[in-house]
């Protein structure tokens, strides 16, 4: 009977053991890609000709490294440098301009920091080790730095990774707080103006086409900072006399409460060009000994009164004969300025002045009733020393003194024989300078401080005026005792070896500046000799990582790990427990993991011992 059935053929025995075999070896790829835990029998054994020699490098564990010692070295130098870059005068000066200095104390903090940086997590993985859980979640929040990104990292290394990566961020800001600060260098003038100083009685630069004319805007621009700081409080109390000498503006110097000076200044060329170097927040400071008009109260009133009255009685009758000398205006409030002088072109070296009761806008008021109100001030030239400060924007007076040296007497001439008509120009200022002492601040005493201050302002700006080698007054003719001499031997200009200082702004210089900038070679110094002495038996050293884990590792711990592979998160923590196997002169240092349990002594770590090497 045939057979309905397809024919069935028998596989040749050569096919049937290559499907074995490939079905064999498919099992064993399977078996390789999965974990041992997971495989049903144990891998097939490697010939031991291809297995590869052991690459770790056994070691015994050092108290200091080369590379921490390097971090400490390059931690100290950074910090001496960017001390010096404050603290030294001339460098931090060099530093000035362009916030340089800011820049490089910025540039060394970040150095320090990427030094403290290479040192920190070898003492927070030694402190996790000895008094911390031993959690390789800890330990791998350390080694990475990851703050917020590691999952189960304890409270405690949050609030210190913290601190740590906040440290530079303060200090960056710290130190920028100590602005306010100025380095200075001595200069030669020569190699920046390009040429000599010349200093002399002159209007400040600005000032020439107005206060070269008459003067009189030179008085008040040479008064006015004067009379700003010393007015009279709303209230009408009055400010206490200063510590003498005490500077005012451009070059107004009062020495005390009797006498006044007005210093003669640089020549406004050389200020200038001072200002056209310098930028807005530099300054220069220049020291010279130079000339001075001094108004100085004279006290021969009160040493002979017969004398003074004699004299007074003399002057003011013949000045009363001639134009000018002997003039007197009414502030409409029945008082009146009165100021009495000799004859111009004449001597000028005494000046009578006072408030007196107005006899009316029509009437003179007469000698006699002037003397008993008259003040004599004594007007010469004198040696002084001051110091200027000159800006971009100007120029002041910051110090100065006089001795009481009296220069040559061709030096006086410009005082002694000059026209300078003074009751006929300065009157109205006059009034306006000191008529409050003649009412709301009658009982003042700043009187005699404003009238020396006045007088000697009046003077030397009229001089300046008229008599300056660059005065408008091309067509003023000066008297014959007068026109003889140079402008250098009247001492109306004249060549001055001065000193310039050359002042820009840093940073202050500041105990609590250095100590800023100290903290973290302190804090890597502190580190490397905790890590030397207290942790040095601790069982990881600076290469604890990744590689020394696993060279380490206990492979039957692993099991509780499966599942972090791609995720590298655990559901809870996982304690790393380390313990030192010596055996005679070698060692070994093994590793292996466990969920938290009570601790007992199988589960702390261990101790290493001195000069063993291990593996």
């Known amino acids: 009977m045939a057979s309905t059935s397809g024919t069935y053929r028998l596989a040749p025995a050569s096919s049937m053991e290559g499907a074995a075999h490939s079905h064999q070896h498919s099992t064993s790829d399977q078996e390789k890609l999965l974990p041992d835990h997971h495989t049903r029998k144990e891998s097939s054994t490697v010939s031991p000709s291809r297995i590869p020699p052991p690459l770790g490098k056994p070691t015994v564990k050092k108290r200091f490294h080369l590379w921490h010692l390097f971090a400490a070295g390059t931690s100290l130098l950074c910090f001496t440098l960017a001390t010096t870059a404050v603290a030294n005068e001339n460098i931090s000066w060099r530093l000035g301009p362009n916030n340089h200095q800011l820049i490089v104390l910025g540039f060394l903090l970040g150095v320090m920091n990427l030094s403290l940086g290479s040192v920190v997590p070898t003492l927070f993985l030694h402190l996790e080790a000895r008094f911390g859980p031993s959690t390789l979640q800890n330990y791998d929040g350390i080694l990475r730095n990851q703050l917020f990104t590691t999952s189960r990292l304890s409270l405690a290394w949050r609030v210190l990774l913290s601190i740590v990566l906040g440290l530079p961020l303060g200090l960056s800001v710290a130190y920028k707080t100590f602005i306010g600060g100025e380095s200075t260098k001595t200069v030669h003038v020569r190699s920046y103006v390009g040429n000599d100083s010349y200093y002399g009685m002159f209007a400040p630069p600005g000032l020439q086409v107005l206060g070269e004319k008459t003067g009189v805007s030179l008085f008040s621009n040479a008064t006015l900072p004067f009379a700003?700081?010393?007015?009279?409080?709303?209230?009408?109390?009055?400010?206490?006399?200063?510590?003498?000498?005490?500077?005012?503006?451009?070059?107004?110097?009062?020495?005390?409460?009797?006498?006044?000076?007005?210093?003669?200044?640089?020549?406004?060329?050389?200020?200038?060009?001072?200002?056209?170097?310098?930028?807005?927040?530099?300054?220069?400071?220049?020291?010279?000994?130079?000339?001075?008009?001094?108004?100085?109260?004279?006290?021969?009133?009160?040493?002979?009164?017969?004398?003074?009255?004699?004299?007074?009685?003399?002057?003011?009758?013949?000045?009363?004969?001639?134009?000018?000398?002997?003039?007197?205006?009414?502030?409409?409030?029945?008082?009146?300025?009165?100021?009495?002088?000799?004859?111009?072109?004449?001597?000028?070296?005494?000046?009578?002045?006072?408030?007196?009761?107005?006899?009316?806008?029509?009437?003179?008021?007469?000698?006699?009733?002037?003397?008993?109100?008259?003040?004599?001030?004594?007007?010469?030239?004198?040696?002084?020393?001051?110091?200027?400060?000159?800006?971009?924007?100007?120029?002041?007076?910051?110090?100065?003194?006089?001795?009481?040296?009296?220069?040559?007497?061709?030096?006086?001439?410009?005082?002694?024989?000059?026209?300078?008509?003074?009751?006929?120009?300065?009157?109205?200022?006059?009034?306006?300078?000191?008529?409050?002492?003649?009412?709301?601040?009658?009982?003042?005493?700043?009187?005699?401080?404003?009238?020396?201050?006045?007088?000697?302002?009046?003077?030397?700006?009229?001089?300046?005026?008229?008599?300056?080698?660059?005065?408008?007054?091309?067509?003023?003719?000066?008297?014959?005792?007068?026109?003889?001499?140079?402008?250098?031997?009247?001492?109306?200009?004249?060549?001055?070896n001065d000193t310039a200082v050359y002042i820009r702004p840093t940073?202050?210089?500041?105990?609590?500046?250095?100590?800023?900038?100290?903290?973290?070679?302190?804090?890597?110094?502190?580190?490397?000799?905790?890590?030397?002495?207290?942790?040095?038996?601790?069982?990881?050293?600076?290469?604890?990582?990744?590689?020394?884990?696993?060279?380490?590792?206990?492979?039957?711990?692993?099991?509780?790990?499966?599942?972090?592979?791609?995720?590298?998160?655990?559901?809870?923590?996982?304690?790393?427990?380390?313990?030192?196997?010596?055996?005679?002169?070698?060692?070994?240092?093994?590793?292996?993991?466990?969920?938290p349990s009570p601790p007992t002594s199988a589960t702390q770590n261990g101790r290493l011992s001195p000069e063993i090497i291990y593996h």
């Open 228 to 496: 700003v700081a010393t007015a009279s409080q709303q209230n009408g109390s009055e400010p206490p006399l200063p510590t003498y000498p005490q500077p005012y503006g451009f070059n107004l110097l009062l020495l005390n409460n009797e006498s006044a000076a007005v210093l003669d200044i640089p020549q406004p060329s050389y200020v200038s060009a001072v200002q056209k170097l310098l930028p807005n927040d530099e300054s220069w400071n220049i020291s010279a000994a130079v000339l001075a008009t001094v108004a100085t109260y004279n006290r021969s009133s009160s040493r002979d009164p017969d004398a003074f009255e004699s004299h007074f009685r003399s002057f003011c009758a013949d000045a009363d004969k001639s134009s000018g000398a002997y003039t007197h205006m009414s502030m409409m409030n029945q008082w009146s300025v009165v100021l009495l002088n000799h004859a111009s072109p004449g001597d000028q070296t005494l000046q009578y002045i006072g408030l007196v009761p107005d006899p009316g806008i029509n009437y003179k008021v007469r000698c006699s009733d002037f003397f008993p109100y008259a003040k004599l001030y004594d007007l010469n030239r004198q040696l002084c020393h001051g110091t200027w400060s000159i800006t971009r924007g100007g120029m002041q007076l910051v110090d100065g003194s006089c001795n009481g040296t009296i220069p040559s007497l061709e030096r006086q001439e410009v005082i002694l024989h000059n026209s300078l008509f003074l009751g006929v120009w300065y009157m109205p200022s006059l009034v306006e300078i000191l008529g409050p002492f003649a009412t709301t601040r009658n009982n003042s005493e700043w009187t005699s401080p404003y009238m020396a201050t006045s007088l000697a302002a009046m003077v030397w700006s009229k001089i300046a005026a008229v008599n300056s080698p660059i005065s408008e007054h091309k067509n003023f003719i000066p008297p014959d005792e007068l026109a003889r001499l140079t402008a250098e031997e009247a001492g109306l200009v004249y060549p001055v």
């Open 507 to 595: 940073l202050r210089k500041s105990g609590l500046l250095y100590f800023i900038l100290a903290v973290q070679p302190l804090l890597i110094i502190v580190i490397l000799m905790l890590t030397a002495s207290a942790f040095h038996s601790t069982p990881l050293d600076k290469g604890f990582g990744l590689i020394s884990i696993l060279s380490g590792i206990d492979r039957r711990s692993l099991d509780v790990l499966a599942g972090a592979a791609l995720s590298g998160e655990l559901a809870e923590n996982v304690k790393l427990v380390m313990r030192p196997i010596r055996d005679n002169e070698k060692g070994a240092v093994e590793y292996y993991v466990a969920t």
